[in-house]
């Protein structure tokens, strides 16, 4: 190791992710403490860290999007991002995730994490990033860090490598023994723990630690097998070497441990990330971007500040990028750079061009996206990564209290929609409604709460209104006829409709089987535009569908009858003739996929069956193992809430989609309830 403390290795970017509460915002405070880039580390109860600062998080005491800052460690910058553990904003952690260097999965020994654990090590492992197990509060650790990682294992695919053991003393930690270096540390609150000798049993237990840590290691590498075989101690550089090629190749997820709350660990941590974690060029291969082409960044985060105006946070990848570049995506021109700043939260600072393997915020890049590609060269580069948004789970209609505020209420939602593409909105035009979709309640807590606070725009929300329609079952012939004598000109329609029920999904038929002209043919497209009057309000409230409507016969007048009275007509017949037709409520029915950890299937079942779900049947989930898919036909009114079940069914993670199939009759008390709100509504 014959650099470790000298020569800088170029800038960094790691993100700081894993479980819900499992303190990441505590361990990135614990780092810009320890590297200097704020006196006193704050902590998330008093509201006093440098992530989280947004009113949202602070107020819920949780992360709701990424926070991106940059400290420099010996020499070199290094930017984090602490994404937020929430299922619900997970598209921030997923953004991010594909220009980064390595990840630090930050977590307790918690068995109802796993499931959490689990998920966040998948989008890694299939974006090929490597990853260090930060191994968290073990100030209140009850069991064995072997145990620990027996619990956890599971959620790794490769495994869980733990290279430094705890010290006991009296059931508490009160340090560690780095099994790669081989030395013993004393942890001290908030300072650089105290190397220490090592005695006794704690030596022996080192060294079968250490052995076990060699054997996976020598798993992949031949030559450190021979040498465990043969009782060979093999050289310090050698293990670091292998430690760091595992890391990367992502064979094995090396685990260190601490306490962040207490800046325990934090060096060892950054030193492993100096040492072991790739940097920009790997990156950039791995993202195919060549050394010696166009200057290339791709943005992670964009916010809207309020007083800086619109930020993309983005990595420079080759390159270097300064004020006044203009940048491309693939699609279109991206803008002017308009300033660079480095972050530390939500404080900005302006500084110079940003070069290769630089994580900084752009200023004004108007068209540019989260996920964008972004080049400086007139030939746009190739995207290096795309992540899709999960589709929405859970909606609400909103509308703005004030109706002055309708037009900001659309520009604002826009821009939280640029901030976060997992939030969707879209204008039922039935309803008049605006529905925004989101992964969840909280997800859109704090949407509303960003209207009000950011943009001061009060809200009503509302549970969106269900598409009903309704439908006849009996057929009928009905007259519709419209007369009107008031002085000089009259008016006058006559029309006998034949109205028949359709089957399902049939929509809507007109006909025309008029003989004689006893309706002239002029006038038929006006019936027709009655008729079509009539049924946009059935008699149960709603749009009437699936239904024939045949012209059979009529009478007209030669000077009264207009247009305007054979609309009047139609629009009569069939609005006399629909209550006599057994009408029927019908309401939309989705096919709903449920994916599921197993063991949690029993449950969901029976969620959908207490929904009027019908089962169809369940599958392996494909390239998860360990998961379910359960299928279903469900209502779209059992669907408004069905996430809050399914999470708390599957500690967190079980998810659905859903896509409309047909619509279904409804009939007895929740039909009743149904049209009886309607009518109150109207
Ligand atoms: N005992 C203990 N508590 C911790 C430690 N790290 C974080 N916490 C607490 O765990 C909670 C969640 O921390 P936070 O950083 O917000 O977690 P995040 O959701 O992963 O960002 C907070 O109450 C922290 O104070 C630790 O090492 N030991
Ligand atoms: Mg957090």
Same mark, same amino acid.
């Given at each position: 190791?014959?650099?470790?403390?000298?020569?800088?290795?170029?800038?960094?970017?790691?993100?700081?992710?894993?479980?819900?509460?499992?303190?990441?915002?505590?361990?990135?405070?614990?780092?810009?403490?320890?590297?200097?880039?704020?006196?006193?580390?704050?902590?998330?109860?008093?509201?006093?860290?440098?992530?989280?600062?947004?009113?949202?998080?602070?107020?819920?005491?949780?992360?709701?999007?990424?926070?991106?800052?940059?400290?420099?460690?010996?020499?070199?910058?290094?930017?984090?991002?602490?994404?937020?553990?929430?299922?619900?904003?997970?598209?921030?952690?997923?953004?991010? !995730?594909?220009?980064?260097?390595a990840a630090?999965v930050?977590?307790?020994?918690?068995?109802?994490?796993?499931?959490?654990?689990?998920?966040?090590m998948?989008?890694l492992e299939?974006?090929k990033i490597p990853r260090f197990l930060?191994?968290?509060?073990?100030?209140?650790?009850?069991?064995?860090?072997?145990?620990?990682l027996?619990?956890l294992q599971?959620?790794s695919r490769v495994p869980l490598l733990l290279r430094q053991?705890?010290?006991?003393?009296?059931?508490?930690?009160?340090?560690?023994?780095?099994l790669a270096?081989?030395?013993?540390?004393?942890?001290?609150?908030?300072?650089?723990?105290?190397?220490?000798?090592?005695?006794?049993?704690?030596?022996?237990?080192?060294?079968?630690?250490?052995?076990s840590m060699l054997e996976t290691l020598a798993d992949h590498d031949?030559?450190l097998?021979?040498?465990?075989?043969?009782?060979?101690?093999?050289?310090?550089?050698?293990v670091f070497d292998d430690l760091a090629k595992e890391l990367r190749d992502g064979l094995v997820v090396p685990v260190l441990?601490?306490?962040?709350?207490?800046?325990?660990?934090?060096?060892?941590?950054?030193?492993a990330?100096?040492?072991e974690a790739?940097?920009?060029?790997?990156?950039?291969?791995?993202?195919?971007?060549?050394?010696?082409?166009?200057?290339?960044?791709?943005?992670?985060?964009?916010?809207?500040?309020?007083?800086?105006?619109?930020?993309?946070?983005?990595?420079?990848?080759?390159?270097?990028?300064?004020?006044?570049?203009?940048?491309?995506?693939?699609?279109?021109?991206?803008?002017?750079?308009?300033?660079?700043?480095?972050?530390?939260?939500?404080?900005?600072?302006?500084?110079?061009?940003?070069?290769?393997?630089?994580?900084?915020?752009?200023?004004? !890049?108007?068209?540019?996206?989260?996920?964008?590609?972004?080049?400086?060269?007139?030939?746009?580069?190739?995207?290096?990564?795309?992540?899709?948004?999960?589709?929405?789970?859970?909606?609400?209609?909103?509308?703005?209290?004030?109706?002055?505020?309708?037009?900001?209420?659309?520009?604002?939602?826009?821009?939280?929609?640029?901030?976060?593409?997992?939030?969707?909105?879209?204008?039922?035009?039935?309803?008049?409604?605006?529905?925004?979709?989101?992964?969840?309640?909280?997800?859109?807590?704090?949407?509303?709460?960003?209207?009000?606070?950011?943009?001061?725009?009060?809200?009503?929300?509302?549970?969106?209104?269900?598409?009903?329609?309704?439908?006849?079952?009996?057929?009928?012939?009905?007259?519709?006829?419209?007369?009107?004598?008031?002085?000089?000109?009259?008016?006058?329609?006559?029309?006998? !409709?034949?109205?028949?029920?359709?089957?399902?999904?049939?929509?809507?038929?007109?006909?025309?089987?008029?003989?004689?002209?006893?309706?002239?043919?002029?006038?038929?497209?006006?019936?027709?535009?009655?008729?079509?009057?009539?049924?946009?309000?059935?008699?149960?409230?709603? @749009?009437?569908?699936?239904?024939?409507?045949?012209?059979?016969?009529?009478?007209?007048?030669?000077?009264?009858?207009?247009?305007?009275?054979?609309?009047?007509?139609?629009?009569?017949?069939?609005?006399?003739?629909?209550?006599?037709?057994?009408?029927?409520?019908?309401? @939309?029915?989705?096919?709903?996929?449920?994916?599921?950890?197993?063991?949690?299937?029993?449950?969901?079942?029976?969620?959908?069956?207490?929904?009027?779900?019908?089962?169809?049947?369940?599958?392996?989930?494909?390239?998860?193992?360990?998961?379910?898919?359960?299928?279903?036909?469900?209502?779209?009114?059992?669907?408004?809430?069905?996430?809050?079940?399914?999470?708390?069914?599957?500690?967190?993670?079980?998810?659905?989609?859903?896509?409309?199939?047909?619509?279904?009759?409804?009939?007895?008390? @929740?039909?009743?309830?149904?049209?009886?709100?309607?009518?109150?509504?109207?």
């Amino acid at each position: 190791m014959g650099d470790q403390e000298g020569g800088t290795r170029g800038p960094r970017c790691i993100a700081l992710v894993g479980p819900f509460q499992s303190g990441k915002t505590t361990l990135l405070e614990a780092i810009l403490a320890r590297t200097g880039a704020i006196q006193r580390q704050g902590t998330v109860e008093a509201g006093t860290t440098v992530g989280d600062a947004s009113k949202e998080a602070r107020h819920h005491k949780m992360s709701v999007e990424v926070t991106v800052a940059t400290t420099t460690f010996m020499g070199d910058s290094y930017t984090f991002i602490d994404c937020p553990g929430s299922v619900e904003f997970v598209h921030d952690m997923r953004a991010a !995730l594909p220009a980064i260097d390595a990840a630090v999965v930050v977590c307790e020994a918690d068995e109802r994490k796993v499931a959490q654990l689990q998920l966040v090590m998948r989008e890694l492992e299939d974006l090929k990033i490597p990853r260090f197990l930060f191994l968290n509060k073990i100030d209140k650790a009850d069991k064995q860090v072997r145990e620990s990682l027996k619990l956890l294992q599971p959620a790794s695919r490769v495994p869980l490598l733990l290279r430094q053991i705890p010290i006991w003393k009296n059931e508490i930690i009160t340090g560690f023994v780095d099994l790669a270096l081989e030395r013993a540390f004393v942890y001290k609150e908030h300072a650089a723990s105290e190397v220490i000798n090592l005695e006794g049993d704690e030596l022996n237990s080192e060294k079968d630690a250490r052995f076990s840590m060699l054997e996976t290691l020598a798993d992949h590498d031949d030559e450190l097998m021979e040498q465990l075989l043969a009782d060979i101690p093999p050289p310090r550089d050698r293990v670091f070497d292998d430690l760091a090629k595992e890391l990367r190749d992502g064979l094995v997820v090396p685990v260190l441990i601490g306490v962040a709350t207490r800046t325990n660990g934090v060096l060892r941590l950054l030193k492993a990330l100096r040492h072991e974690a790739p940097g920009i060029a790997a990156t950039a291969k791995r993202l195919g971007v060549k050394p010696n082409g166009d200057a290339v960044a791709t943005v992670l985060k964009t916010f809207h500040t309020t007083h800086g105006g619109k930020l993309s946070v983005a990595r420079v990848l080759n390159g270097q990028i300064g004020d006044g570049v203009t940048l491309n995506s693939p699609s279109e021109e991206a803008g002017r750079v308009s300033g660079v700043a480095k972050m530390v939260g939500q404080s900005t600072e302006k500084r110079g061009p940003a070069a290769a393997g630089e994580t900084v915020a752009f200023g004004k !890049l108007d068209h540019a996206r989260t996920g964008d590609t972004l080049s400086a060269g007139k030939q746009p580069h190739p995207a290096v990564a795309e992540v899709k948004p999960y589709p929405g789970v859970l909606a609400i209609a909103i509308s703005a209290k004030e109706r002055k505020d309708d037009v900001k209420l659309g520009l604002a939602l826009n821009k939280l929609i640029e901030e976060d593409p997992s939030l969707t909105m879209f204008h039922n035009p039935e309803t008049h409604e605006m529905v925004v979709w989101g992964q969840g309640e909280m997800h859109l807590r704090v949407a509303t709460e960003r209207l009000a606070d950011r943009f001061g725009i009060a809200i009503e929300r509302r549970r969106p209104t269900v598409g009903y329609r309704e439908t006849i079952k009996k057929p009928i012939q009905q007259r519709g006829r419209h007369k009107k004598q008031s002085g000089g000109h009259g008016q006058f329609g006559d029309v006998v !409709l034949d109205i028949k029920p359709l089957p399902r999904n049939a929509g809507f038929v007109f006909e025309e089987k008029i003989t004689g002209g006893v309706v002239p043919r002029n006038y038929i497209p006006s019936v027709e535009e009655g008729v079509i009057d009539a049924l946009k309000h059935g008699p149960l409230g709603f @749009p009437v569908v699936d239904v024939a409507v045949a012209l059979i016969d009529g009478s007209y007048h030669a000077v009264d009858s207009s247009d305007m009275a054979f609309r009047i007509a139609g629009r009569l017949g069939i609005s006399e003739a629909l209550p006599q037709c057994q009408p029927v409520l019908l309401e @939309p029915i989705h096919m709903v996929e449920i994916a599921c950890p197993s063991d949690a299937s029993a449950k969901i079942n029976a969620i959908l069956s207490g929904r009027r779900g019908q089962i169809l049947g369940f599958d392996t989930r494909a390239g998860w193992e360990g998961w379910d898919v359960v299928r279903a036909m469900m209502p779209e009114t059992e669907i408004g809430d069905l996430i809050i079940e399914v999470r708390s069914a599957t500690a967190g993670v079980g998810s659905f989609t859903f896509k409309f199939d047909h619509m279904a009759e409804l009939t007895g008390k @929740p039909a009743e309830q149904i049209v009886a709100a309607k009518r109150a509504a109207e």
